[in-house]
């Protein structure tokens, strides 16, 4: 991990991230692995959603049934509901298990469709290593596209 | 006599007051994805099946009942044997529907053979069962640990092995007939039943983290143990009867390759890391896009621009959008 931002400026290279999990704790996991600062949507409606004031990624995990229906979970809806929240969006990764077929991670594709963002990877249950490979270089990537580097105080990676 | 005073009579069921929402997401789950496998038209694989060599039908219909095997022990001893140790009412009704799908499955199978093979090869298949060493290794390694006064947890090990390890040498011939565009009708009924184990795995999983974190730190550790002691055993006898099934057609480096990836999902099912590296778990794309058709892609991020492919007819109504 020698190729990727100095600590220092971790939170200005790379977009936010901010996501949802239930109590089977799968999407923690992943974002855990990934060691980018992020933003949980909590549980319980009852308590309210994460700050988001900067370009962000959600990653969402699935709950459709066989037909497709509930595959976003509501807590997840409620925040994207909100216009500048939303308008805030660069990008969705879906988390879901292969063994649902064409329904796999279907979260990422609802959500890439109603808010008109690419769904920019799908990886299961918790993800392996390679999926936090890719994730970790594809947001750093889209952190320098978007300029968000220049957004911060600190020069962002020396990478190529 | 009994004594009467052993009777306990439990509680009627109250599904309006929960005591963890994960019983009633995955009732509903499941219930909303009941089926039977009346609803596939298998016998349109026919002429696909008359196309197979003698030997690839012999494979088929022993794979066949290996997995009817596994989904009778999970019908019968597997599911049954959680009930005693569920936690909460819901969870014990939740493990009903497990029960029950599994003996939709082990039926789904005798679909299969009635539709496509003679009595006397599907009377044949059923006996190499009784008698294939390996299979029976995996079945009885199994049962021990679902015996009455095992530790509930190590039964809840098992069982996620059991429902996201053990089915997939299996379940891997039928997704790669379909990938040659064979089968094609059994492949969906076998869809049917993947989906089902994967909620089985994640709930059965699910529970144990639960369990597991009421514990001290030490028997965290020794249960850990365990489990990966267990997947080794398992993954040796599954190593060697998936040997015996597909050297001869040739696949069987494939097939243990699937094996990985599925032992690295049943581990995160229980909430552990994965243990075999991507080099020797990363499933060949064509066994993926048969298990997820439409797909196979996932990594957008390496594409140029913003051109990305949203999957088909996914249901974006949901009363709950405001927009």
Redesign the interface.
């Known amino acids: 991990m020698s190729d990727v931002c100095p600590e220092a400026s971790l939170p200005t290279c790379f977009p936010d991230i901010v996501y949802y999990s239930?109590?089977?704790?799968?999407t923690v996991?992943f974002v855990d692995r990934l060691g980018l600062p992020a933003k949980r949507i909590p549980i319980s409606p009852k308590e309210t959603g994460p700050v988001i004031d900067r370009p962000f990624v959600l990653i969402c995990p699935t709950?459709?049934?066989?037909?497709?229906?509930?595959?976003?979970p509501?807590q997840v809806?409620?925040l994207?509901?909100d216009?500048d929240t939303?308008a805030l969006l660069r990008g969705v990764i879906?988390a879901g298990?292969?063994?649902?077929?064409?329904?796999?991670?279907?979260a990422g594709?609802?959500i890439?469709?109603?808010c008109n963002v690419?769904?920019?990877?799908?990886?299961?249950?918790?993800g392996?290593?390679?999926d936090i490979a890719?994730?970790r270089?594809?947001?750093e990537?889209?952190g320098r596209n978007l300029g968000l580097a220049q957004m911060g105080d600190a020069p962002c990676s020396t990478m190529a | 006599m009994k004594d009467m005073t052993d009777l306990r009579i439990p509680r009627a069921i109250n599904w309006n007051r929960l005591e963890d929402d994960k019983d009633l997401e995955v009732w509903n789950r499941l219930t909303v994805n009941f089926w039977l496998p009346e609803k596939v038209p298998l016998s349109n694989d026919i002429p696909s099946w008359a196309t197979l060599k003698d030997f690839e039908k012999t494979l088929t219909i022993r794979v066949f009942t290996g997995l009817t095997l596994l989904d009778t022990i999970q019908n019968t001893v597997g599911a049954p044997s959680l009930m005693p140790d569920a936690v909460t009412p819901h969870e014990e009704a939740v493990l009903t529907n497990v029960a029950f799908m599994e003996a939709v499955h082990a039926r789904s199978y005798s679909s299969i053979f009635s539709t496509l093979c003679s009595t006397k090869e599907v009377d044949e298949a059923f006996r190499w069962s009784e008698e294939n060493p390996h299979l029976q290794a995996k079945a009885r390694a199994i049962l021990e640990t679902y015996a009455p006064g095992n530790d509930p947890l190590k039964r809840k090990i098992a069982s996620v092995f059991l429902e996201s390890f053990l089915f997939y040498s299996g379940f891997y011939l039928p997704m790669y007939w379909s990938s040659r565009a064979k089968l094609t009708n059994t492949a969906d009924l076998i869809r049917l039943i993947i989906r089902d184990e994967a909620v089985h795995g994640y709930y059965i999983g699910y529970k144990f983290q639960r369990g597991l974190e009421k514990l001290p730190e030490a028997e965290q550790q020794a249960l850990k143990d365990y489990a990966y002691s267990l997947l080794f055993e398992l993954y040796e006898i599954e190593n060697q009867y998936t040997e015996e099934l597909y050297d001869e057609i040739g696949l069987t480096e494939d097939v243990k390759t699937f094996l990985h990836y599925n032992a690295n999902k049943a581990l995160q099912n229980l909430g552990f890391e994965a243990l075999f590296p991507p080099e020797v778990s990363e499933v060949n794309a064509a066994i993926l896009a048969a298990l997820s058709p439409d797909s196979e892609n996932h990594d957008f991020f390496s594409g140029s621009g913003s051109s990305y492919v949203i999957g088909k007819a996914v249901a974006t109504e949901d009363e709950d959008w405001d927009f």
């Open positions: 239930s109590t089977s704790e799968n996991r709950y459709a049934d066989g037909e497709g229906r509930g595959a976003v509501k809806i409620r994207l509901n216009p939303r879906g298990n292969r063994n649902f077929g064409t329904l796999f991670a279907s594709d609802v890439a469709r109603k690419p769904l920019l990877y799908k990886f299961e249950l918790a392996f290593d390679n890719r994730v270089a594809g947001l990537k889209m």
